[in-house]
């Protein structure tokens, strides 16, 4: 099992940015893939970003393509997700997931374990 602890949200205005990161603990951090997603209330968690064991393959969701980065520290057991240009619709309830393996899935289904999750608010 692995712990996961988000930080990093905040309130920011549209067009800037946040950088979170997400510890992990209980399990070798570079088996596995690490996910973030995303939920708004009333919504459905949402796919954000992907990356590998190793930082060599990464995914992103259709909105975020170009605005947000995933990087990954083994080292320091940790994964960021860099987010610029943020928008109002960014805003959302945003979490942090460790996967079954190293292979990097898109769908919620492909976690094994959660965070609490750190809230992301972006002002017009």
């Known amino acids: 099992q692995v712990q996961l602890i988000e930080s990093g949200g905040g309130l920011v205005q549209a067009g800037g940015s946040l950088r979170l990161s997400c510890a992990a603990s209980?399990?070798?951090?570079?088996?596995?893939?690490m996910g973030w997603f995303r939920q708004a209330p009333g919504k459905e968690r949402e796919f954000v970003a992907a990356i590998n064991w190793n930082g060599g393959d990464t995914r992103y969701g259709d909105s975020v393509k170009g605005r947000f980065t995933i990087s990954r520290d083994n080292a320091k057991n940790t994964v960021y997700l860099q987010m610029n240009s943020l928008k109002p619709e960014d805003t959302a309830l945003y979490y942090c997931?460790?996967?079954?393996?190293?292979?990097?899935?898109?769908?919620?289904?492909?976690?094994?374990?959660w965070g609490q999750g750190t809230q992301v608010t972006v002002s017009s």
């Open positions: 209980g399990r070798t951090f570079s088996n596995y893939a």
């Open positions: 997931a460790a996967g079954f393996s190293s292979y990097l899935y898109t769908t919620v289904r492909g976690y094994a374990s």
